[in-house]
């Protein structure tokens, strides 16, 4: 054999050993992740993805935790109410809870969650500082009218698709 045709054959035997070996790697994860469950948790047990504020920023959802503690409801049963039409104002209403108490929990967590956000290091001073500004108006707008109703298409400083 012509020293040549050895070390083609060589060549060959090895490049198709070293795909057969990166193939078997490379498809491992999808074989095996087809047996694990792909079904979610419930939503409450769900964590609340983060929402774009007016400064352009991440940060969780409204306080509705802290809403339905100042109402002596689960999570749940408020959502319930929301879904339906109503605002946290009517519910605390039909509750026989003065609005105040709830719009009060509802700042208190959510001023916790910011003071955490920069222990935590995810939030300068700065940033905190402009979350903070007018929290109180804005959550009492929001128990009072409720959320506005989303807009069609991307959020703006969403990544495009």
């Known amino acids: 054999m012509k020293p040549n045709n050895i070390i083609a054959g060589i060549t060959l035997t090895v490049g198709l050993a070293?795909?057969?070996i990166a193939g078997?790697?490379?498809?491992i994860p999808g074989v095996s992740g087809a047996q694990t469950d792909t079904k979610p948790p419930p939503a409450e047990q769900?964590?609340?993805?983060p929402?774009?504020?007016p400064d352009g920023g991440c940060h969780r959802r409204p306080p509705f935790q802290a809403a339905a503690t100042a109402l002596n409801m689960s999570l749940g049963e408020l959502r319930t109410q929301l879904r339906d039409g109503k605002t946290i104002a009517a519910v605390a209403k039909d509750k026989g809870v003065d609005v105040q108490k709830v719009i009060d929990a509802m700042v208190a967590d959510a001023t916790q969650h910011i003071d955490?956000?920069?222990?935590d290091g995810k939030l300068t001073a700065e940033q905190a500082v402009r979350k903070?500004?007018?929290?109180?108006?804005r959550i009492t707008r929001m128990v009072n009218e409720g959320r506005p109703p989303r807009?069609?298409?991307p959020r703006p400083g969403a990544p495009a698709n």
């Open 18 to 20: 070293t795909g057969g």
């Open 24 to 27: 078997a790697l490379l498809g």
């Open 46 to 49: 769900q964590p609340a993805p």
């Open 51 to 53: 929402m774009r504020g």
């Open 116 to 119: 955490q956000a920069v222990k």
């Open 132 to 137: 903070k500004q007018n929290l109180a108006a």
């Open 151 to 153: 807009r069609a298409g």
